[in-house]
């Protein structure tokens, strides 16, 4: 299994839509074979379409905010000692994550295809405040899935899609997470796919889902390349990219540019969510070497029990609570271009608070996964090693959890 060179990763798939044979293709019902073949073809065509790149950028421009600050964290290096530590503030995004770019392009996709309802998932609440956001820029009409359990720990961002105009859907089957809002998404998707866009919060799902959130998200990477080579004069020779990994989408957006450069040189490391420490809970399919699984129509690396039913995760970080993993990380695993760890729920926040006692940045639970992988091999790398960390989420939506656990007010 090997990644080619000069061709996009996501494109990097069989004509079954299998990444080395093995992982994504379209498992789906009958039903939706249609719809999303529609959609393969109308993405297929929009993406060489210069006028909807010019409008993607436009909004990307003057809607997001880009490109988001690339800072170097001087006192938490400092205090670590050993590599340097950066981060790519996506959080500073309108909305604060990076989901806005996969909200925005869905919203315009949306339109193109004359459709006035928009329907995504949710975890966090970050995917579906985004959606809800640009529901309200292009004047469409939303629906977001939530998991019941959720929608209690990320108050903050179901406040927003209300304000937005978003109607939220509660979900009360299995573990009220983010699995459990996909699977009602895609169900409610199959029924009104006439007059209904819908848009998967993160690089999972059926192939054309995946495609069209790791090309939104893309545009991290773009930025950052402009930004090294504009700090450093060239890639530098000894370089650590550092991202959460749930679904997928903000790493794969933020390893995108790099990804033909030596592994010894741009090595890239996911962070999956540990779970509660001395819990056999988590949500780490990759860092645990879970089986492959179908879920969500397709093919990926899936934690499941001895009858391969998919089983209960446990994440304090509702963005990462996921039990499967993009097919396209599955796939950077095997052919060893990417390396995935994880850290716990404790471990998390203690990261959150390091970087918030020694920067003005505070990163969400799920960045603050990844910045507790860069605490813990900073010390041991020389300075010459530069670490970037992608900060994709800020902390505002996680205020009730913090303020639980550590006692903090945001």
Same mark, same amino acid.
């Given at each position: 299994?090997?990644?080619?060179?000069?061709? !996009?990763?996501?494109?990097?798939?069989?004509?079954?839509?299998?990444?080395g044979?093995?992982?994504g293709?379209?498992?789906?019902?009958?039903?939706l074979?249609?719809?999303?073949?529609?959609?393969?073809?109308?993405?297929?065509?929009?993406?060489?379409?210069?006028?909807?790149?010019?409008?993607?950028?436009?909004?990307?421009?003057?809607?997001?905010?880009?490109?988001?600050?690339?800072?170097k964290?001087?006192?938490?290096?400092?205090?670590?000692?050993?590599a340097?530590?950066?981060?790519?503030?996506?959080?500073?995004?309108?909305?604060?994550?990076?989901?806005i770019?996969?909200?925005?392009?869905?919203?315009?996709?949306?339109k193109?295809?004359?459709?006035?309802?928009?329907?995504?998932?949710?975890?966090?609440?970050?995917?579906?405040?985004?959606?809800?956001?640009?529901?309200?820029?292009?004047?469409?009409?939303?629906?977001?899935?939530?998991?019941?359990?959720?929608?209690?720990?990320?108050? !903050?961002?179901?406040?927003?899609?209300?304000? $937005? *105009?978003?109607?939220?859907v509660?979900?009360?089957?299995?573990?009220?997470?983010?699995?459990?809002? &996909?699977?009602?998404?895609?169900r409610?998707?199959?029924?009104?796919?006439?007059?209904?866009?819908?848009?998967?919060?993160?690089?999972?799902?059926p192939?054309i889902?995946?495609?069209?959130?790791?090309?939104?998200?893309a545009?991290?990477?773009?930025?950052l390349?402009?930004?090294?080579?504009?700090?450093?004069g060239k890639?530098?020779?000894?370089?650590?990219?550092?991202?959460?990994?749930?679904?997928?989408?903000?790493?794969?957006?933020f390893?995108?540019s790099f990804m033909?450069?030596?592994?010894?040189?741009v090595?890239?490391? *996911? &962070?999956?969510a *540990?779970?509660?420490?001395?819990?056999?809970?988590?949500?780490?399919?990759?860092?645990? $070497?879970?089986?492959?699984?179908?879920?969500?129509?397709?093919?990926?690396?899936?934690?499941?029990?001895?009858?391969?039913?998919?089983s209960?995760?446990?994440?304090?970080?509702?963005g990462?609570?996921? !039990?499967?993993?993009?097919p396209?990380?599955?796939?950077?695993?095997d052919?060893k271009?990417?390396?995935?760890?994880?850290?716990?729920?404790?471990?998390?926040?203690?990261?959150?608070?390091?970087?918030?006692?020694?920067? $003005?940045?505070? !990163?969400?639970?799920?960045?603050?996964?990844?910045?507790a992988?860069?605490?813990?091999?900073?010390?041991?790398?020389?300075?010459?090693?530069?670490?970037?960390?992608?900060s994709? *989420?800020?902390a505002?939506?996680?205020r009730?959890?913090?303020?639980k656990?550590?006692?903090?007010k945001?």
């Amino acid at each position: 299994m090997k990644i080619r060179k000069g061709i !996009p990763v996501i494109d990097q798939h069989d004509k079954s839509y299998m990444y080395g044979g093995k992982f994504g293709g379209n498992f789906i019902p009958e039903t939706l074979k249609k719809p999303v073949e529609d959609l393969t073809i109308l993405f297929e065509k929009l993406r060489e379409n210069k006028e909807f790149l010019k409008q993607r950028d436009y909004y990307f421009k003057n809607y997001v905010g880009t490109p988001t600050p690339f800072i170097k964290l001087n006192n938490l290096t400092n205090h670590l000692g050993g590599a340097q530590i950066w981060a790519k503030v996506v959080a500073e995004a309108n909305g604060g994550a990076h989901k806005i770019y996969n909200a925005t392009v869905h919203a315009l996709i949306c339109k193109k295809a004359g459709k006035k309802y928009i329907v995504g998932d949710t975890g966090a609440g970050y995917a579906g405040k985004m959606l809800s956001m640009a529901a309200k820029k292009f004047g469409l009409k939303c629906k977001i899935f939530m998991g019941a359990k959720d929608i209690e720990r990320q108050k !903050p961002n179901c406040d927003a899609m209300k304000k $937005n *105009g978003a109607e939220i859907v509660p979900v009360h089957t299995g573990s009220k997470t983010l699995v459990d809002a &996909v699977s009602e998404c895609m169900r409610y998707w199959v029924s009104n796919c006439d007059t209904t866009h819908m848009c998967v919060g993160s690089t999972v799902g059926p192939n054309i889902f995946i495609k069209i959130c790791a090309w939104s998200t893309a545009q991290i990477s773009r930025e950052l390349i402009v930004q090294v080579k504009q700090e450093f004069g060239k890639i530098p020779k000894k370089m650590k990219l550092i991202n959460c990994v749930g679904g997928g989408s903000s790493a794969l957006g933020f390893w995108n540019s790099f990804m033909d450069y030596n592994k010894n040189q741009v090595e890239m490391i *996911g &962070v999956e969510a *540990g779970g509660p420490k001395n819990s056999k809970l988590h949500a780490a399919p990759l860092s645990t $070497n879970a089986k492959v699984g179908i879920l969500h129509g397709a093919a990926q690396y899936v934690i499941q029990d001895k009858e391969g039913q998919i089983s209960n995760t446990a994440s304090i970080s509702a963005g990462l609570d996921y !039990p499967g993993i993009s097919p396209v990380h599955c796939f950077l695993k095997d052919t060893k271009r990417a390396r995935y760890t994880s850290a716990t729920d404790e471990e998390a926040l203690h990261a959150h608070q390091l970087v918030t006692k020694f920067e $003005n940045i505070s !990163p969400s639970l799920e960045p603050s996964h990844a910045f507790a992988e860069a605490i813990k091999i900073a010390p041991k790398l020389s300075k010459d090693t530069v670490i970037i960390v992608n900060s994709c *989420g800020d902390a505002k939506k996680d205020r009730d959890i913090l303020k639980k656990r550590l006692g903090k007010k945001i």
